[in-house]
């Protein structure tokens, strides 16, 4: 399962390379852009999530 996954990201990748090759870099520039500004603006609750996850990995390996 897990080698599917990541043969269907590496075939995505692949696909979406290929794509944004086409792209006006300026097109790219801004998308780019979109990415990093919506990031920042979920950064609380990814902080959040990571913490988390992290508690659970602990308590699972404390138990």
Same mark, same amino acid.
């Given at each position: 399962? $897990? %080698?599917? *996954?990541? $043969?269907? !990201?590496? %075939? =995505? /990748? &692949?696909? =979406? /390379?290929? &794509? #944004? +090759?086409?792209?006006?870099? @300026?097109? !790219?520039?801004? #998308?780019? &852009? *979109?990415? =990093?500004?919506? !990031? #920042?603006? @979920?950064?609380? %609750? $990814?902080?959040? +999530? *990571?913490? +988390?996850? $992290? &508690? =659970? +990995?602990?308590?699972? *390996?404390? @138990?």
């Amino acid at each position: 399962m $897990i %080698e599917t *996954n990541l $043969i269907q !990201i590496s %075939e =995505a /990748s &692949k696909t =979406a /390379s290929r &794509k #944004l +090759a086409t792209v006006d870099a @300026r097109i !790219i520039d801004v #998308l780019l &852009k *979109n990415v =990093a500004d919506s !990031i #920042l603006d @979920r950064s609380t %609750e $990814i902080m959040e +999530a *990571n913490q +988390a996850d $992290i &508690k =659970a +990995a602990h308590d699972l *390996n404390f @138990r």
